[in-house]
């Protein structure tokens, strides 16, 4: 995961910062502002884009669409828990995503054995 591939810049206003992919956990939307949380000691991003920009821009195989406002990193999932009629992803650094129920069972189709 050292090659150049596998990073991308993430713009913020002026500023841009290099970011490994991998280390994405999750982009979640608020309106026009994604926020972009890091696994490593670099926290959060807040960047102006639509969500969709921004999956077209991911790989497909990584990440998954968890509701309208969210988009997980499946690399960083630590657990999945089946809720009454959502799926709760439980990530690697303890943040808890309940998946919309749409989204539960197209997860639940692609990938619960």
């Keep these: ?30 309106k026009n502002d994604m926020t972009v949380k890091l696994s490593n000691d670099d926290g959060v991003v807040v960047i102006r884009g639509s969500l969709d920009q921004c999956l077209r821009k991911l790989p497909a195989e990584m990440f998954f669409r968890a509701s ?3 988009v997980v990193n499946l690399l960083q999932v630590a657990r999945v828990d089946a809720a009454a009629r959502n799926i709760v992803l439980r990530m690697k650094g303890g943040r808890e995503i309940v998946m919309s129920r749409k989204q539960s069972l197209l997860f639940g189709r692609q990938f619960v054995l």
């Design 1 to 30: 995961m050292n090659d150049c591939r596998s990073c991308g810049f993430l713009r913020a206003g002026y500023r841009s910062r290099l970011a490994r992919v991998g280390d994405i956990v999750s982009i979640d939307v608020s």
């Design 68 to 70: 309208r406002s969210c």
